[in-house]
């Protein structure tokens, strides 16, 4: 199983929207809804911030948000801020009943 | 309000075998789904595998397949990750978190627990 592709950074200024892909195939994101995302910050245990494509744990911002097209799921951060610099993961479930992680990307706030 | 807490670092030899363990609180641990990730320095989280509540089944990446079980000692609310045939690739942070179904999402982690091969 091969990991989803995510680009290795995007970057912003305060305030701007910016989003993150995360390609796959029809047997992980394509095939399932059980598409989520984790923030991790640096020396911590990441968190998860959406999770079955679309939704938001309670507590976590409603700047966070996901969507997802074929077989390419989506994270967009709007109205970004110095805060959410961190690395973000995706995650899918897979046809194998295995969960597989994305390449990883390093948000920066300009 | 579930809460992971994992066993401390371990530094081990290649070739030998490391058990990390994964204590559970909060009532309703009994009915979530285990898995197990891991982390190389500076590089992207790993899925492992996962550990059924339900029937005691696990499954496993596939380039896990053979070299790593996972066990629960029900009655202390702990479950125990081993990996065996120890190389310096599996240098890494060992994260365990929780899901309510085998599907994810992973709702709650551990602290992670640094494991370190050396020869």
């Known amino acids: 199983q091969s990991a989803l592709t995510q680009p290795a950074s995007v970057s912003g200024s305060p305030g701007q929207s910016i989003t993150i892909s995360c390609t796959g195939t029809n047997s992980d994101v394509g095939g399932y809804n059980s598409v989520s995302w984790y923030q991790q910050l640096p020396g911590k245990a990441p968190r998860v911030i959406i999770y079955e494509v679309n939704n938001r744990p309670s507590g976590v911002s409603s700047r966070f948000s996901g969507s997802k097209s074929d077989n390419t799921a989506s994270l967009t951060i709007s109205r970004l801020q110095i805060e959410d610099e961190a690395d973000y993961y995706c995650a899918s479930y897979t046809k194998r009943s295995t969960s597989v992680f994305g390449t990883g990307t390093k948000v920066t706030v300009l | 309000q579930t809460q992971l807490v994992q066993s401390g670092a371990e530094v081990q030899k290649t070739g ?47 380039s896990f397949q053979g070299r ?13 990750m081993e990996l065996k045939s120890l190389r310096s690739e599996d240098t890494a942070m060992y994260y365990c978190a929780s899901s309510i179904v085998a599907a994810g999402p992973f709702d709650f982690w551990g602290q992670g627990t640094l494991v370190t091969v050396s020869s």
């Not at chain 2, 490391?18 to 320095?41: E, I, M």
């Not at chain 2, 790593?68 to 125990?80: C, E, P, Q």
């Open chain 2, 16 to 62: 030998s075998s490391v058990k990390v363990s994964c204590t559970a609180s909060g009532s309703n641990f009994t009915y979530h789904y285990l898995h197990w990730v891991r982390q190389a320095p500076g590089q992207a989280l790993e899925w492992m595998g996962w550990f059924s509540p339900f029937n005691g089944n696990s499954n496993f990446a596939q």
């Open chain 2, 68 to 80: 790593v079980t996972i066990t629960r000692d029900r009655s202390m609310n702990t479950t125990y």
